[in-house]
């Protein structure tokens, strides 16, 4: 059963996606989701964020 993920070891480039909920990196080698790339939006975790934090 293939992954929907990428599996490539070391992908020689990635990119960033929005949709509606977050980002995600995509290999540009496979076209396909890095696994655990996912950032939602508009999180209350306390922690720091990747994204909007600038604003
Ligand atoms: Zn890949």
């Known amino acids: 059963m293939p992954s ?3 599996e490539c070891k070391n ?4 990119f960033t996606k ?3 909920k977050g980002t995600f990196d995509i290999c540009d080698d496979c ?8 950032k939602y939006f508009n ?3 306390g922690k720091k964020h990747d994204f909007y934090d600038e604003y």
């Open 4 to 6: 929907e993920y990428c």
């Open 11 to 14: 992908s020689t480039n990635v």
């Open 18 to 20: 929005i949709n509606d």
């Open 31 to 38: 076209n396909k989701e890095i696994e655990g790339s996912f």
């Open 43 to 45: 999180q209350h975790d």
